[in-house]
């Protein structure tokens, strides 16, 4: 089928095959921005992009995987190795209060140190407190580790862990989810097979997840159809079998500056972002939210983004040290203003959103534009 054929049929909302997404990687940049445009155009509000406030706790830089693309970890030895204490992360959702967020996505390393009650007592510590507190916590690789810390199951970790409070689990850990890539970047690192264990166990307890990518450890086209395709498939199993998908689609690219990997991954331009970002909208038919990552590349690229299949511009994070660590655009967080401004700019309405993507309130952009930009708060 010519490129053309495909795109159309994409635009149409049928399926398309593996080596038809293969193909699209082929094609010219506009066209596929514009198909990619006029499938989110279909699927959700055109006239809005959404926006989540949230922060990003890191409760612990201790990690005995030792990613070489992580300049965030370290051994238990090290100077600056840390776990916050509970009455730590607490300020750091008060700051969040603060601001109008009620959800944190809180994750760290896998820390051999940390017993299952810890992670329990920490939720039941936290909800006690604030009770409309949401928290997506513990990605698959941590949640890996505490298999292999207790000999349970996941099923059974994220059922206690539920009870005492969770709600979900950050996307992280999926990068390019080929295990051939994973072993070429970091060989301790949760294998493909088990990202997707994990998840299903999770969507089949109703917990929130959501869907990642991260490109640039010189993975080809053949590679990020693989992991799309393979996102795919576990969306339409977790729908049919537990009605609870991921709740969107989230890309961003490697960030290699700080880490071992420095020299060895590419990494990836803007272009290959909103190319493969475009691929994706047209191949992951099952998804209907696409998120623009600002910490990566920066504002301009995410506003490009909602252009190219995005219909969210974000979180404003407050907090975020992992991708900073290795290298970000320089920024750790956003104001509300700032993500406000950007979605203007771009010719869309601002619309503040939850995790699952329920609209909470359309902010006054005219209002909040014609103040000062506030002074940040100073992060604990």
């Not at 699209?24 to 809005?48: G, N």
């Not at 086209?221 to 799309?228: D, N, Q």
Request: net charge negative; glycine share 8%; proline share 5%.
């Amino acid at each position: 089928m010519k490129g053309m054929d495909v795109l159309e049929k994409a635009v149409a909302g049928e399926r398309l095959s593996e080596a038809e997404v293969l193909s699209l990687f082929d094609l010219p940049l506009p066209e596929l921005a514009a198909a990619a445009h006029e499938v989110r155009l279909k699927k959700t509000d055109p006239e809005v992009v959404t926006f989540l406030i949230d922060r990003n706790i890191n409760y612990t830089n201790v990690c005995t995987v030792a990613c070489a693309f992580c300049a965030f970890y370290r051994t238990k030895r090290q100077k600056d190795a840390y776990t916050l204490s509970y009455e730590e992360i607490a300020r750091k959702v008060e700051e969040l209060y603060q601001v109008g967020g009620r959800r944190i996505l809180m994750q760290g390393g896998v820390n051999p140190e940390l017993p299952l009650v810890w992670y329990l007592d920490l939720l039941r510590y936290l909800k006690s407190r604030f009770p409309d507190l949401r928290i997506d916590a513990f990605s698959p690789e941590e949640i890996l580790g505490l298999e292999r810390l207790t000999g349970l199951r996941a099923e059974a970790i994220l059922e206690k862990l539920k009870e005492a409070g969770l709600d979900g689990l950050p996307g992280a850990g999926a990068e390019i989810l080929v295990d051939e890539v994973r072993l070429k970047a970091a060989p301790a690192r949760i294998r493909t097979a088990d990202w997707y264990r994990i998840v299903d166990a999770a969507q089949a307890l109703g917990l929130y997840t959501l869907a990642t990518m991260v490109i640039g450890f010189g993975e080809g086209p053949k590679e990020r159809t693989a992991h799309l395709l393979g996102l795919r498939a576990q969306q339409d199993r977790a729908l049919e079998r537990y009605e609870n998908g991921f709740a969107a689609f989230a890309l961003w690219t490697l960030q290699v500056e700080h880490t071992r990997l420095k020299g060895k991954a590419p990494g990836a331009t803007a272009h290959e972002y909103l190319k493969t970002l475009a691929v994706a909208r047209l191949a992951l038919d099952n998804f209907a939210h696409f998120q623009a990552s600002w910490p990566t590349l920066g504002f301009k690229v995410a506003q490009a983004a909602l252009y190219y299949g995005a219909d969210d511009f974000g979180s404003t994070m407050l907090e975020e040290n992992v991708v900073s660590a290795a290298g970000g655009h320089g920024r750790t967080h956003a104001t509300v203003r700032q993500i406000v401004r950007h979605i203007v700019d771009a010719g869309f309405k601002p619309a503040e959103r939850d995790p699952l993507y329920r609209i909470l309130r359309y902010p006054d952009a005219e209002a909040i534009l014609s103040e000062p930009e506030p002074v940040e708060l100073p992060l604990a």
